[in-house]
């Protein structure tokens, strides 16, 4: 990862609806890699957030995509789920959507998107739950774009090796927010952020970046000291001011709730995960129940979160958040990034 020039080896998770254009120009003007999450966005709405980050540095940053075999629609299963919430919408004197859709476009066939970040250009594209495919690949690449791939087991990350792609980004079961599995449905094997670093740099001529549960400069130096060329931290920087965490969640990250997270599909169809919450509460109690297809399922997660909300709780939110949570830190992005690389040189001396 030395063609980025970057001062220190660690990297903001992409975290799409947290991560914001102030965050990650702070991130990268602190000599890290600043990223935007834009799986869940338009075009329009990737592209405005690509030039603001711009305006706001001159360093590289990441765009993240979601990679995700794209949605098959089963009226039946999402009419079933949809009876199985009414329930919870009846709480709030609301009822559940009549129907579902799937909300957002898999990368993987979203042409608009692909010609926008090619006209666009940014530093470094990175996947999550896949890839695209190599005719996708070779066009960034041709372009000058940097390419990284997230692999939660040694399987995957030999698919991005083979792929040409430059980095893997080694996801482990403590990291927050969406698993990056290929397959949902595949068996997990739940492997640790580190334990996973240590297979794939010992498997692997590719660089590895290590993400999951890390929180401060000493966990940065040990996925270092592991072999990895950076760190990704996302949880770390939920609560910085640059966020777009409401203020439910913020405190929520202070609370009991960051001692127990918990990984779920019930909210948007995938499993990911997230601070304990009423909504995965539900979840656990109808844990035998299967989703719809990601995203139709989060179509149905995000009404139930808005009525709830309407009715003055906020316990339905997509809370995302990782193992290292008990640790988050307030206050800048630029000072989080400080306190990181103080802590990350006070580690390595």
């Known amino acids: 990862m030395g063609k980025l020039g970057l001062h220190v080896p ?5 975290m799409a609806g947290v991560s914001s ?13 600043g990223a ?24 590289p940053f990441n765009v993240n995509v979601f990679c995700h075999r794209p949605a098959r629609p089963d ?8 009876s199985l919430m009414a329930p919870v919408f009846q709480r709030f004197g609301a009822s559940p959507p009549s129907s579902l859709s799937e909300i957002y476009t898999s990368f993987i066939v979203d042409e608009p998107m692909l010609r926008m970040l090619l006209a666009e250009r940014p530093s470094v594209v990175s996947f999550h739950f896949g890839l695209p495919n190599a005719d996708v690949i070779s066009a960034l690449k041709d372009a000058g774009i ?37 397959d949902a449905d595949a068996e997990d094997a739940r ?17 590895v970046v290590t993400a999951g549960g890390m929180m401060d400069g000493a966990d940065i130096a040990k996925a270092l000291s592991l072999g990895a060329v950076a ?40 499993p990911a995960r997230c601070l304990a919450n009423e909504f995965t509460a539900w979840a656990t109690e109808t844990a035998e129940a299967k989703p719809p297809d990601y995203p139709i399922a989060y179509d149905a997660g995000k009404a139930l979160n808005a009525a ?29 990034m400080a306190a990181l690389i103080a802590e990350l040189r006070a580690a390595t001396a």
């Open 10 to 14: 660690i990297f903001q998770s992409p």
């Open 21 to 33: 254009p102030d965050m990650a120009a702070s991130v990268s003007n602190a000599g890290g890699l």
């Open 36 to 59: 935007l999450g834009i799986g869940a966005s338009t075009v329009d709405q990737a592209q405005s957030m690509i030039r603001k980050t711009r305006a706001l540095t001159n360093a």
């Open 75 to 82: 009226p039946s299963r999402e009419t079933a789920w949809l």
């Open 146 to 182: 940097v390419l990284m791939a997230t692999a939660t087991s040694l399987a995957e990350a030999r698919t991005i090796a083979a792929a040409g792609i430059d980095a893997v980004v080694a996801q482990g079961w403590e990291a927050g927010g969406h698993r990056g599995i290929f």
């Open 191 to 207: 492997l640790s952020a580190f334990d996973l670093t240590r297979i794939l740099v010992g498997e692997l001529n590719t660089p």
């Open 231 to 270: 760190a990704q931290l996302g949880t770390a920087f939920i609560d910085c001011e640059e966020s777009l965490a409401d203020a439910a969640y913020r405190a929520a990250l202070h609370s009991d709730a960051a001692k127990n997270t918990t990984m779920t599909a019930a909210i948007s169809g995938r």
């Open 308 to 336: 709830a909300k309407a009715g003055g709780v906020s316990g339905f939110g997509a809370q995302w958040a990782g193992m290292g949570a008990p640790r988050v830190r307030s206050g800048a992005a630029k000072d989080i």
